[in-house]
T-cell receptor, first 117, second 112 residues
């Protein structure tokens, strides 16, 4: 069973360009989570999605950032008009459907390291 | 808002020595997770604790959650160079299903 896949692993963008980060969850996992790890900072929650639904986007910056998890295909984190401050490692995690209302363990991908020049 | 404090921030031990990393929460923990991260890589799941007083072990690593569910410890017995990395504790947030908050991490180096 392959783990959580993320691509690209490294992404370089110039200021003003768009960045698209992709995440394929583990087989059988219908919940996807995105986190950001800024240099010298901890890991911060961004958004939680289920297929075709955004459940919690309380950690997403209000502008330029969006996320989706379509019925078919990977989850996408999209950053428009990137700025230098967006440079960070972006991690995706996935979990199986929750059983009995209890949170399931999140399994993380290798991350995408975004560098904005 | 809930916060997780890890201590120590960094740790250097001689191979073969035991060590403990602590994770303290300002509020009751709803699911406490331990992960390990190697530099430049993703997070590897180690263990998850939910019940007060719970203890789990895997190979030479033991994690405990106190009865009040506000503090957890990760203990490594007879450390090896393969244990080196950054250890992160994460916790669920009450009434915010899905979201995990994380401590700042503890960087462990093991000297051969």
């Amino acid at each position: 069973n392959a783990g959580v896949m993320q691509n690209p692993r490294h992404l370089v963008r110039r200021r003003g360009q768009e960045a698209r980060l992709r995440c394929s969850p583990m087989k059988g996992h219908s919940h996807v989570y995105w986190y950001r790890q800024l240099p010298e900072e901890g890991l911060k929650f961004m958004v939680y999605l289920q297929k075709e639904n955004i459940i919690d986007e309380s950690g997403m910056p209000k502008e330029r950032f969006s996320a989706e998890f379509p019925k078919e295909g990977p989850s996408i984190l999209r950053i428009q008009q990137v700025v230098r401050g967006d440079s960070a490692a972006y991690f995706c995690a996935s979990s199986p459907p929750w059983a009995g209302g209890s949170q399931e363990t999140q399994y993380f991908g290798p991350g995408t390291r975004l560098l904005v020049l | 808002s809930q916060e997780l404090e890890q201590s120590p921030q960094s740790l250097i031990v001689q191979e073969g020595k035991n060590l403990t990393i602590n994770c303290t929460s300002s509020k009751t923990l709803y699911g406490l997770y331990w992960y390990k991260q190697k530099y430049g890589e993703g997070l590897i799941f180690l263990m998850m604790l939910q019940k007060g007083g719970e203890e789990k072990s895997h190979e030479k690593i033991t994690a405990k959650l106190d009865e009040k569910k506000q503090q957890s410890s990760l203990h490594i017995t007879a450390s090896q160079p393969s244990h080196a990395g950054i250890y992160l504790c994460g916790a669920g947030v009450y009434n915010q299903g899905g979201k995990l908050i994380f401590g700042q991490g503890t960087e462990l180096s093991v000297k051969p």
